[in-house]
């Protein structure tokens, strides 16, 4: 008796089973991945600069030791930046590519450190980290794009898992570059100008690089230009290069069948697209608790204010806080890029719940240690407090940095995915800009007793990842965003035209 004929089919069935690196065209599209992937370093880098210049000495002095308000605008300055640029971002990635959005958003960067690495008052430094802010507001929208919506389906999960998780990369550099420089130029203003100067260095790769790399595929043939976006497919994702390759026709056929859909459905689209229908707004929903989620875990005050937090307990020395800081940074990449790599196996929402229940735990923890040695100067509570910091990394880093952008992006369907994450962007920069400018204060005004706030919030968000958070692990970007909708006439039409 013949088996019975399979009646459906899904991308399973056409992916290259075979070793990845075998494989030519998945190794040049992997290589040219790489030039959106710096948007992250370079964020990194930018975002940790002014933690790691506040430990120097001759940073310190030569902006006249800033405190309160004006230390907390030099912060910040470099988020609102990226706040006044993000609604602009999405117009130039959908009209004209997110290549063209890389390039504008480089360009931007380059002559923001310009001015930074040649300030000379503090009015200065704050324009040219605004105008830095900006620049990355262009990348930070196209660069994730470009990312999910051209890797490999088997890989899209691990490289935009690692694109975020990239940003400690950038910190990384920035932390030890701070420290080399008070190692080697200490006394000289170069201890800070240098560390300004590393930022140049991916900005200029990614302006003389970006138009040697594959334009998306979906915003190809969201403009028409089925052709080159079936060319680009058969290059990278098809062993063969073949546009005939089965893999090709069936990503060609939801991709076409998805847009065209949306199309229908929305015209035009606009800002408020993202909230006029039901399924958009649980989007919307679960995007601004992560984004808001991810700046508001008390992560913030590490991140950006190490230096009066270690000072909180008792560590003072300025070459301790720098290999402190520096070690820091090490490890949450390692522990971030880990994350990426369990994403396809544990699947979103496990990360999720693990993470915030972790995080809470840890966070009481590093209150109470805090706590102890500032009203009875108990110093092995102080000894504790740095350990109960690295935790406490441990369990944000494997949720948060690799799947804030991810999870935002794979339920976001294509006619709004560049809106909806340049409003997940723009929720990030004003949560950090408030964290920025309302921290130092908050320490400076009740110490220790600041965190209890984060406690509290913390609470809250682990009851939104158990009652919110849905899994998107195993569907392809098109059949993930119609589950919100309820649209599985999608995978129909595919399945059936793939027979065909």
């Not at 991709?255 to 229908?277: D, G, K, M, P």
């Not at 294509?414 to 309302?438: D, E, L, P, S, Y």
């Amino acid at each position: 008796m013949s088996s019975p004929q399979k009646s459906e089919y899904s991308i399973a069935d056409f992916l290259d089973q075979g070793r990845w690196w075998r494989n030519r065209g998945l190794v040049l599209l992997n290589v040219a991945l790489i030039i959106p992937l710096m948007s992250s370093i370079v964020n990194g880098l930018d975002s940790s600069l002014v933690n790691g210049l506040q430990i120097l000495p001759e940073w310190q002095d030569y902006f006249h030791h800033p405190q309160g308000k004006v230390l907390g605008v030099i912060q910040c300055a470099h988020s609102l930046g990226n706040l006044a640029g993000l609604p602009f971002s999405p117009l130039v990635s959908d009209r004209l590519g997110r290549r063209a959005a890389l390039f504008v958003g480089a360009l931007i960067m380059l002559a923001g450190v310009a001015i930074q690495s040649t300030s000379w008052n503090v009015g200065m430094l704050i324009g040219a980290r605004a105008t830095i802010g900006v620049g990355i507001s262009f990348c930070s929208n196209a660069a994730p794009l470009l990312l999910i919506e051209l890797a490999y389906p088997t890989h899209r999960g691990k490289i935009t898992s690692a694109y975020n998780s990239s940003w400690y990369f950038g910190s990384i550099i920035s932390a030890w570059v701070c420290y080399g420089a008070y190692e080697h130029a200490s006394g000289s203003q170069w201890s800070w100008r240098i560390p300004t100067i590393v930022q140049a260095f991916l900005p200029v790769i990614q302006v003389v690089s970006v138009w040697f790399i594959p334009e998306s595929p979906r915003w190809l043939v969201s403009k028409g230009l089925e052709g080159r976006a079936s060319q680009i497919l058969a290059k990278y994702h098809a062993n063969n290069g073949d546009e005939r390759d089965p893999l090709v026709v069936f990503e060609m056929a939801q991709i076409r069948h998805a847009i065209r859909l949306e199309e229908r459905v929305n015209q035009s689209t606009t800002y408020l697209s993202l909230f006029n229908s039901p399924g958009n707004r649980k989007r919307m929903t679960l995007i601004l608790g992560i984004a808001v989620f991810s700046q508001w875990s008390g992560n913030g005050l590490v991140s950006y204010y190490i230096h009066k937090i270690l000072t909180g307990v008792g560590v003072t020395d300025p070459k301790q806080e720098a290999a402190i800081n520096g070690g820091l940074q090490v490890y949450n990449f390692f522990i971030a890029i880990g994350a990426s790599f369990l994403i396809d196996w544990l699947g979103r929402r496990p990360l999720f719940v693990i993470s915030n229940s972790g995080m809470l735990a840890t966070f009481v923890g590093w209150t109470v240690t805090t706590a102890l040695y500032n009203e009875t100067d108990n110093v092995a509570a102080a000894k504790a407090t740095v350990p109960l910091i690295f935790i406490f990394f441990l369990f944000y880093d494997i949720a948060y940095t690799p799947l804030l952008v991810t999870y935002s992006l794979e339920i976001l369907p294509f006619r709004i995915r560049a809106k909806g994450f340049a409003v997940m962007n723009i929720t990030i920069m004003a949560t950090v800009a408030f964290n920025q400018f309302v921290n130092p204060w908050a320490l400076d005004a009740i110490s220790w007793k600041y965190y209890i706030v984060y406690c509290g919030w913390l609470v809250f968000e682990l009851v939104f990842v158990l009652f919110f958070i849905v899994e998107t692990k195993g569907r392809t970007l098109e059949e993930t965003a119609a589950m919100f909708d309820g649209r599985w006439q999608c995978s129909e039409h595919v399945n059936s035209s793939s027979k065909g």
